[in-house]
């Protein structure tokens, strides 16, 4: 167990529409990431967020958003679902901007 | 721009010793990390080289060359449950420090 938690772990939705998926960092963490793998894909870079402040985007669609709360846990906005959105999207954090990011278990998205 | 190459695929026979290949190309760096993932599961951290040379941790070691822009992961005493995708992936530096993963080396063990 990492000590990183996301929710929920599976998700099936239809297209056009609007999901939210949740990353509780590990305790101490500041640094926030999301990932999107989609089927024997590579992890793709989406967005790093540390300590409330958005830090670095990457190949994002300007139909996902995210942000980093108060509390440190992050929440990832996917909307207007298409198919090709259907992937494992995983939330890594880490204590600072330089040290090993450690991994959830990823929240499994299908839109049909 | 970034880029990090790994070959897609390598085969390997239990009890023997495998090395992948990273090779990257950053507009900074920051330090370079192996990561293992096993099919539809989180990838778990490896190891974590900042300066030349070779750690070793167990089975496992990693190299880097920061001038050739190059790193190894060198698996040893290979056994069935390594059969996995490893990745390689660098810490860009700078104000952002992204961390960009390569897309991962298929090990394959065989008996």
């Known amino acids: 167990d990492s000590g990183v938690t996301q929710t929920p772990k599976h998700l099936i939705t239809a297209t056009g529409q609007r999901v939210t998926l949740r990353c509780s960092p590990r305790s101490g963490d500041l640094s926030v990431y999301w990932y999107q793998q989609s089927l024997d894909q590579g992890l793709q870079f989406l967005i790093q967020?540390?300590?409330?402040?958005?830090?670095a985007k990457g190949n994002i669609l300007e139909r996902f958003s995210a942000q980093q709360f108060p509390d440190l846990h992050s929440e990832l906005n996917l909307s207007s679902l298409e198919l090709g959105d259907s992937a494992l999207y995983f939330c890594?954090?880490?204590?600072?901007?330089?040290?090993?990011?450690?991994f959830g278990q990823g929240t499994r998205l299908t839109v049909v | 721009g970034q880029n990090i190459d790994q070959p897609t695929e390598m085969t390997a026979t239990e009890g023997a010793i495998v090395q992948i290949n990273c090779t990257y190309q950053t507009s900074g760096f920051n330090g370079l990390f192996w990561y293992q993932q096993h099919a539809g599961e989180a990838p778990t951290f490896l190891s974590y080289?900042?300066?030349?040379g070779l750690e070793e941790k167990g089975r496992f070691s990693s190299f880097l060359s920061r001038s050739k822009g190059y790193s190894y992961l060198l698996l040893k005493e290979l056994q069935m449950k390594d059969s996995a995708s490893y990745l390689c992936?660098?810490?860009?530096?700078?104000?952002?420090?992204?961390?960009?993963f390569g897309t991962g080396t298929l090990l394959a063990v065989q008996p």
């Open positions: 890594a954090s880490s204590v600072d901007q330089g040290t090993e990011a450690f």
């Open positions: 967020y540390y300590n409330g402040e958005e830090r």
């Open positions: 992936a660098v810490r860009s530096g700078g104000a952002t420090n992204k961390l960009i």
């Open positions: 080289n900042v300066l030349d």
